[in-house]
């Protein structure tokens, strides 16, 4: 299951999830001339940073509006860039935070699980309801496919909606408690659903509760760094160091842009970026 | 203001919002083996549709989704129709429901209100809080973009979370009000902002207190035909017959299939599936 396998890559590689949200303002000047051609530039940028990386970190996550604002050459890039990733035996989520009712939803499962935009994991919104969750499970039943449900998320604005509380409980708990009884039917052999969450890392208040009221759920947990997450809160979201893969995109991305000599040491600096994230966040092999 | 173009389209040509949910399955074989390419057959479709209604729809809606589903060519055919409709002098959709922070927003916001895939109506998810609505804000103060928000949606897993009731009041209603309050800023001059809201025309109960409600806002209402909307329920969201469109996209797109000549008569099949339609929400002109 695939879920087993992004288990089994943390157990090798760490935590570290890079953030491919790749805006052509981070891009070298001296490459964008290079290459001309958007879909080609964007798609080299990250090719680099994969090549850089690829035997320490666990998986690369593509956001995807960054691309769909590129239209439909940035749309090419996205496709290139996640048939690399698999091409360099790695996975891949894409970060498409979907949610729509069934027969619609099928087309996304469809858009994202096959064809030009396949990859390994989704994003999904739950506020439509469950209906809007279920049509994804077809696509999982042969566990080669799994999503990341948004819980709580790792932005101030996450207390409008996340955090309200109806019959005593936070919406997110609402919906947790619902995703963990549905991943049921889904668990692999480490133990992890194939359904697994979005949980911010820049909340820490109640990371214990959350972590034992969902141990059969693997957590995507953004906010490391920019958004102002720490290393100490974002380890309570882990069980003995596996369960949950950190995100990080402009830290490692752009992290070349603090040296003069980013540009030529452009390898050197990403991989060192990714080895001092995954220190902080307690890798000790 | 882009809504007050909408409302006077809707003044002129009636509330009908014709959905282009455009699935390969939904078009004649005949035309799919005349074009052979992806995005050539889903556009010339598309594009027949438009040709035999443009004069009697306000505005065409986009589900992405069915689009995505066809990979980069189905965007192609995407961007291609929404070019088309603003050809024709009509007005376009993207039904998107996108939703996410701050940063990456803003992406979603160059994607679909510039570029390949422009149009003037974006639908977002509220899920994650108002600082994922408000960097579309920036796109609108020149009166030339609005959004259309999920409130209550037409799927029965809306009650799932959308229903919930928190300080007595359903989720939908935090929602609502505060982009009541939101779009005080962006009021057009027949008292509509650009701030419009999704509300599901499958559910009435409360109907005339959720259109009271929220006076300054446009409704976008799903759900009417294929879903169980029925005319009278989709009425009540109506102000004088204005203030809303209703949606129907299988019972308009997939009209002639009722018929045996219906591809023969394609167009006069579906021109009447819109003004049997229209006369059943209330238009009388």
Redesign the interface.
Known sequence: MIIDRLYEEVEKKGNVCVGL?T?MDYIPREWIEEFKEVDEIIFRFNKRIIDATYDIVSIYKL?I??Y?????E???AY?RTLKYIREKGSLSIGDI??????D??D??A???FR???ETDFITL????????ISPYLEYMKDGSKGIFV?LR??????????Y????DKE?YY??GD?LKDMGMDFIGKYGYSLIGSVVGGTHDEEAEIIRERYKNMFFLIPGYGAQGGKADNIKKYLIDGNGGIVNSSRGIIKYYTNFKDGVERFDEYTRQAVIDMRRDIGYEK
């Open positions: 949200d805006s956001q509006a960054y769909e604002s590129y239209g439909l940035g749309l090419k496709s935070k979907r949610g729509d009712i069934a619609t939803a087309k996304y469809r858009g994202h064809g030009d935009f919104n739950p506020y439509m309801g469950y209906d809007s948004l998320t790792s932005n101030p604005g996450a207390k409008d909606i996340e309200l509380k109806s019959d919406i609402h919906i619902k």
